[in-house]
């Protein structure tokens, strides 16, 4: 896959999870976190959440035709994604089994298809 074609796929990956993040924050949310993301506070930082990698996403499908640009946001994309990754690690304890092992390994591997991105256009 070239460099254009991963970075396509990362901006719509990006684009479609901060949509349903944004759209249906209690439905994507629980995918993440389990029944605990019915709460409203709970609802208000998974659309936050949201947006930053709706945003990301569009900037990425935005920029793709501008090598240098469209490698920075990819690049800030895998460092949000270490951020989720890390922050899935933390709350460990209040997630289900299998999100203690499933978010995390998303998480990496997008942000892995990120720097792998990065590093073919570099």
């Known amino acids: 896959m070239d460099r254009i ?3 396509t796929l990362l901006g719509a990956i990006r684009l479609g999870v901060g ?3 944004v759209v249906a924050p209690g439905f994507a949310g629980r995918i993440w976190v389990g ?3 019915d709460g409203r506070g709970t609802r208000v930082f998974a659309r936050a959440l949201g947006a930053r990698d709706l945003v990301l996403g569009a900037r990425i499908l935005q920029t793709r035709a501008d090598k240098k ?3 920075d946001f990819v690049k800030t994309g895998v460092i949000s994604d270490v ?9 460990f304890r209040h997630l289900s089994p299998a999100r203690r092992l499933a978010m995390p ?5 997008v942000g ?3 720097y792998a991105a990065a ?3 570099e």
């Open 119 to 121: 590093q073919a256009a």
């Open 83 to 91: 951020a989720d990754v890390v922050a899935t690690i933390v709350a």
């Open 35 to 37: 029944e605990n993301a």
């Open 112 to 114: 892995a298809l990120g």
């Open 69 to 71: 640009e469209a490698v």
């Open 105 to 109: 390994l998303i998480a990496g591997a």
């Open 19 to 21: 949509a349903a993040l």
């Open 5 to 7: 074609d991963r970075t």
